[in-house]
């Protein structure tokens, strides 16, 4: 595995696939990498050859208040895994490489970057697309893998992919849980033994969500309710929004129809996480996927 710090050089790389017709894969990451990683870095490895991963802390990201700062960093054992997948380039850019002085430039997705995290994290959708960009420029992957885990994320960067007519094609993938059922998540590093056993409650909330609606329950404010009171029975957790959204609008839905999400947001601690369901419907059959 070759590892690239410079954008001149992953660029010639890429180069050099391009010519020779070869379909690069790209899996961006903040690095801290875990099993929820590692099932991009496999599904990449499938599909495409090379296989180039980011490692790049995005600032522009991160608001003022937020953990940019204490944000995880395991480089080299993020490296080591890497290339025991069989990746073959580690793309690891400095900040100053990605944002040069004079650095002046924000992609925004309007409207969809506005709701849910977006409303909670402002400013936080524009430097996901604007790194996001960035990375396609520079790698120019056939394919690039996403995590449904950060499904509203997904959603805007394959605006994104839409709108500006990107050669790159938008591939989703599962959520890998804890056995309990917990999100992998580079930041449930933070979470005290408490706050990790407090945690289960998000998951069990959409399992319920799940049950109800393997039980036939189909009325909105009854899968809600559901959803919510589990959410409510677990002191540490501070809930930001818990709701059923269309996977398309991520506008709350009225009824379940097509693909919805069931999305949540919660802080335990000092810690915030997110998790969603996929709740799919074709006429009366409904599947929800953890
Ligand atoms: P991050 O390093 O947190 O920016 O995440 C990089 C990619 O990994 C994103 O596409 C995430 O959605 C994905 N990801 C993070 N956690 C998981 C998980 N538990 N399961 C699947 N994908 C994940």
């Not at 391009?18 to 496999?42: C, D, I, K, Q, Y």
């Not at 395991?74 to 002085?101: C, H, K, N």
């Not at 996901?128 to 994320?153: C, H, M, N, S, Y």
């Not at 605006?159 to 449930?188: F, H, K, W």
């Amino acid at each position: 595995m070759e590892t690239v710090h410079t954008i001149q050089w992953m660029k010639a790389l890429a180069q050099d696939a391009l010519v020779n017709e070869r379909s690069l894969g790209l899996v961006p990451t903040m690095g801290a990498l875990h099993e929820g990683h590692f099932s991009l870095v496999r599904a990449a490895k499938r599909k495409c050859s090379p296989v180039v991963v980011s490692i790049f802390v995005n600032p522009k990201q991160f608001g003022p208040s937020e953990d940019l700062k204490k944000y995880p960093r395991t480089f080299e054992a993020d490296r080591e895994a890497l290339a025991g997948l069989g990746v073959d380039i580690l793309f690891a850019p400095t900040s100053e490489e990605m944002y040069p002085a004079g650095f002046n430039t924000s992609v925004s997705v309007k409207g969809l970057s506005d709701r849910w995290e977006g409303r909670v994290r402002p400013g936080h959708f524009d430097g996901v697309a604007t790194v996001v960009l960035k990375l396609f420029e520079i790698v120019q992957p056939r394919i690039a893998f996403f995590g449904r885990k950060d499904a509203q994320q997904a959603r805007i960067i394959r605006q994104m992919a839409t709108d500006l007519n990107l050669n790159t094609e938008i591939d989703l993938c599962p959520i890998v849980r804890e056995p309990d059922g917990l999100a992998l998540s580079s930041r449930n590093v933070y979470l005290s033994p408490d706050d990790r056993r407090a945690a289960v409650a998000i998951s069990q909330a959409l399992a319920a969500c799940q049950g109800s609606i393997s039980g036939g329950e189909r009325d909105l404010a009854n899968l809600l309710a559901t959803m919510r009171a589990k959410l409510e029975s677990e002191p540490r957790l501070t809930v930001d929004y818990a709701e059923i959204v269309d996977a398309d609008s991520f506008e709350p839905v009225r009824v379940i129809r097509g693909n919805c999400y069931a999305l949540i947001a919660a802080k335990v601690g000092g810690t915030r996480l997110i998790d969603n369901a996929c709740i799919e419907s074709e006429s009366d059959a409904v599947r929800v996927l953890l």
